[in-house]
């Protein structure tokens, strides 16, 4: 039997489970997915027992995803270049090796949901400079963004997101965020800001082009009110659920070995899940 786990401190939130989980059902794969709460002292400690546990590899989550790309043999390009990674697994010589997903997820999201996106390469407005948002701008720039205006609430943040990815990223000041909309041909809430739980997102959209699309990452709850804001003045919305489904697709092929395929039925099914919560 071959297993995964994500590991986390807390991990009960997760949902990589419910998303792994339904595949390796679909799929008839003798495997299993499991949730490991470890704290942050025992995490390196925890990756070195991970074949002695059974594990082929593993997701990590937060507070640990720095500490994973530190711990790896091999770190990919992408795990590199955003300084953490959330995809972990052993290769046949026993040797950890770390990828992060979180670019390709959201890539293969919006490529998906508002194909087109870049076309006319207008700039790209991005909120956050955390480690989703960290993601987001790696893999904007490496799908022909020509322009990201940064936006961030503590603004030393952004500033050190620009020095690692250089002269396309702009910071601007977090007050400007509304002014910034002008001219953007997507605009991306990658905070926490709107997520159930946290403050709501204070931005006015009026200064966005109408032919633009709107991407939020949070996906609790599913339909934000930016996307609800944005969907009512007739911009193109794509929600935070297809990031974290399409996220998962390369840990589960090199974990068990099919490339499993992120459809409606999924979607609904983590949904459901997420509309229980
Ligand atoms: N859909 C997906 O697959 C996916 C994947 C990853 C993350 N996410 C979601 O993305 C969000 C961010 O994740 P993360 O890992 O980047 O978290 P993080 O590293 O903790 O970053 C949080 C970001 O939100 C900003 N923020 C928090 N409270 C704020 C406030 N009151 N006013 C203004 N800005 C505020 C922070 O600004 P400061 O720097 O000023 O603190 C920072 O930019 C979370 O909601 C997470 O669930 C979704």
């Given at each position: 039997m071959r297993r995964a786990c994500v590991i986390g401190w807390p991990v009960e939130h997760s949902r990589s489970p419910l998303i792994h989980?339904?595949?390796?059902?679909?799929?008839?794969?003798?495997?299993?997915?499991?949730?490991?709460?470890?704290?942050?002292?025992?995490?390196?400690?925890?990756?070195?027992?991970?074949?002695?546990?059974?594990?082929?590899?593993?997701n990590v989550t937060l507070p640990h995803k720095e500490a994973a790309l530190r711990a790896a043999a091999i770190a990919d390009e992408a795990a590199r270049a955003i300084g953490a990674a959330n995809t972990l697994w052993l290769d046949q010589t026993g040797r950890l090796c770390a990828s992060n997903t979180d670019a390709y997820g959201f890539m293969t999201n919006l490529d998906e949901e508002a194909p087109g996106w870049n076309e006319g390469r207008r700039?790209?407005?991005?909120?956050?400079?955390?480690?989703?948002?960290?993601?987001?701008?790696?893999?904007l720039l490496a799908?022909?963004?020509?322009?990201?205006?940064?936006?961030?609430?503590?603004?030393?943040?952004?500033?050190?997101?620009?020095?690692?990815?250089?002269?396309?990223?702009?910071?601007?000041?977090?007050?400007?965020?509304?002014?910034?909309?002008?001219?953007?041909?997507?605009f991306v809430n990658a905070t926490n800001l709107g997520m159930t739980g946290k403050e709501p997102l204070d931005i006015d959209l009026a200064a966005l082009p109408q032919d633009a699309v709107v991407a939020d990452i949070v996906y609790s709850p599913?339909?934000?009110?930016?996307?609800?804001?944005?969907?009512?003045?007739?911009n193109r919305t794509v929600d935070g659920l297809g990031m974290l489904l399409h996220q998962a697709v390369p840990g589960f092929e090199r974990w068990f070995g099919v490339r499993p395929e992120?459809?409606?039925?999924?979607?609904?099914?983590?949904?459901a899940s997420l509309g229980a919560k």
């Open positions: 989980r339904y595949w390796l059902k679909l799929y008839g794969i003798d495997g299993a997915y499991e949730k490991e709460a470890v704290r942050p002292e025992d995490f390196e400690s925890f990756l070195g027992s991970l074949a002695a546990r059974g594990y082929a590899g593993a700039p790209v407005l991005v909120l956050g400079a955390g480690g989703a948002a960290r993601a987001i701008v790696y893999g799908a022909g963004a020509s322009r990201i205006l940064l936006a961030n609430r503590t603004r030393e943040r952004a500033e050190a997101l620009t020095e690692a990815f250089g002269e396309p990223v702009k910071v601007i000041d977090w007050e400007q965020r509304n002014r910034a909309l002008t001219g953007c041909g997507l599913l339909e934000t009110e930016l996307l609800a804001a944005a969907r009512a003045r007739g992120v459809t409606p039925e999924l979607r609904a099914h983590a949904a």
